[in-house]
T-cell receptor, first 111, second 111 residues
Framework: ETGVTQTPRHLVMGMTNKKSLKCEQHLGHNAMYWYKQSAKKPLELMFVYSLEERVENNSVPSRFSPECPNSSHLFLHLHTLQPEDSALYLC??????????FGQGTRLTVV | EDQVTQSPEALRLQEGESSSLNCSYTVSGLRGLFWYRQDPGKGPEFLFTLYSAGEEKEKERLKATLTKKESFLHITAPKPEDSATYLCAVQAEAAVNKLTFGGGTRVLVKP
C-alpha cells in the first residue's frame, strides 16, 4: 500500500453512538492532520500531530477526540455527535511543514 | 488572521477553451502557497507549491503563478478530464503546521 489510507470510507451513526475513524500513512512522514470538509465551506483544520505530539487543536468540540499512537497512525474518536457534524473528514500527512498528502476521506452522516 | 478567497466559485468551459482561476490571499508572512485538485468524493490531490512572488510551476495543461497578493491557475486547452474542484491554500511562516484553504473553484469542461 502507498499513500494515506482512511477507514471506513462511509459511516452512518446515531447521535448517541461512539465510533472511531482510522488513518494510516505509508509515506514515512512525521506530521499528521485531521481536516473537516462541509458542504459549501472551505476545508477546516481540526488537529495536527507533529512527531506524535499534538501541536494544534483548532477550537474543536470535545466530542471529537484525536489519538496518535505512532507516526504512521492517527485516529479520530467520535461520541455524542450532532447532525451538523456530518461532513467529509480528511486525514493528511506531511514531512515537516512541506506539502500535505491527503487520504480519500470518511463520509460521515449523523442521524 | 490568514484568509484565502478563490474566484470564480464555478467555471464551465468548452474543451479547448483556456481560462484562469484566481486565488487572493492575506497572510502574515507567506511560507508557501499550495494548489490541489479534488475530484468528487475523494481527497485533495497535490498539484503545486509556490514560495515567492514571480515563481511559476507547470504540469501538463496547468500553470500556476504567484504575486504578493494572489495566485493564478491557468488551464490551457482543457480536456473533460480536467473537470474537478481546484483548491488553493496558504501556509504562514508563523504557523507552519497549518494550511488555510479557500472555498475552491469547481471547473466543468464539456466536450
Amino acid at each position: 500500500e502507498t499513500g494515506v489510507t482512511q477507514t471506513p470510507r462511509h459511516l452512518v451513526m446515531g447521535m448517541t453512538n461512539k465510533k472511531s475513524l482510522k488513518c494510516e500513512q505509508h509515506l514515512g512522514h512525521n506530521a499528521m492532520y485531521w481536516y473537516k470538509q462541509s458542504a459549501k465551506k472551505p476545508l477546516e483544520l481540526m488537529f495536527v500531530y507533529s512527531l506524535e505530539e499534538r501541536v494544534e487543536n483548532n477550537s474543536v468540540p470535545s466530542r471529537f477526540s484525536p489519538e496518535c499512537p505512532n507516526s504512521s497512525h492517527l485516529f479520530l474518536h467520535l461520541h455524542t455527535l450532532q447532525p451538523e457534524d456530518s461532513a467529509l473528514y480528511l486525514c493528511a500527512s506531511s514531512q515537516g511543514p512541506g506539502k500535505a498528502f491527503f487520504g480519500q476521506g470518511t463520509r460521515l452522516t449523523v442521524v | 488572521e490568514d484568509q484565502v478567497t478563490q474566484s470564480p466559485e464555478a467555471l464551465r468551459l468548452q474543451e479547448g477553451e483556456s481560462s484562469s482561476l484566481n486565488c487572493s490571499y492575506t497572510v502574515s508572512g507567506l511560507r508557501g502557497l499550495f494548489w490541489y485538485r479534488q475530484d468528487p468524493g475523494k481527497g485533495p490531490e497535490f498539484l503545486f507549491t509556490l514560495y515567492s512572488a514571480g515563481e511559476e510551476k507547470e504540469k501538463e495543461r496547468l500553470k500556476a503563478t504567484l504575486t504578493k497578493k494572489e495566485s493564478f491557475l491557468h488551464i490551457t486547452a482543457p480536456k473533460p478530464e480536467d473537470s474537478a474542484t481546484y483548491l488553493c491554500a496558504v501556509q504562514a511562516e508563523a504557523a507552519v503546521n497549518k494550511l488555510t484553504f479557500g472555498g475552491g473553484t469547481r471547473v466543468l469542461v464539456k466536450p
